[in-house]
């Protein structure tokens, strides 16, 4: 998971412009809340190594992954390619993938990160 989390983390640095498209009209300081979600992503993947804090680490996860949920749901209906800044993307078929991907990260982090004994 914290490679996952690495991973998607520079995706907000790589792919900025993309992924302000995915937040609705009405939200501001986009840019701001792409950079912080990425810097929060790359915290969130060191806190997972931490066994003190890993718990607190694996809720706020969960949390964040059902925040983050309509960001994506709007991406798709509005079939936004963040990779090229574009309007061609996947559309409505990618969130037969992406939600079940989302639920699989949610159930991942519970397992190794909050049902931990």
């Known amino acids: 998971m914290s490679a996952m989390m690495i991973f998607t983390g520079i995706g907000h640095f790589l792919f900025t412009k993309g992924m302000v498209l995915?937040?609705?009209t009405?939200?501001?300081l986009k840019t701001e809340i792409i950079y912080f979600t990425g810097i929060i992503e790359f915290i969130a993947a060191?806190?997972?190594f931490i066994p003190a804090v890993r718990k607190y680490v694996g809720?706020?996860?969960i949390v964040f992954f059902i925040l983050v949920l309509p960001a994506n749901v709007h991406a798709a209906v509005n079939h936004i390619d963040i990779q090229k800044s574009t309007f061609d993307g996947?559309?409505?078929d990618y969130l037969w993938?992406?939600?079940p991907i989302q639920i699989l990260y949610i159930f991942w982090v519970y397992l190794t990160a909050v049902n931990i004994r």
């Open 90 to 92: 996947k559309g409505l």
């Open 22 to 24: 995915m937040l609705p």
């Open 59 to 61: 809720w706020l996860l």
């Open 26 to 28: 009405f939200v501001p």
């Open 97 to 99: 993938l992406r939600i």
């Open 46 to 48: 060191i806190g997972l």
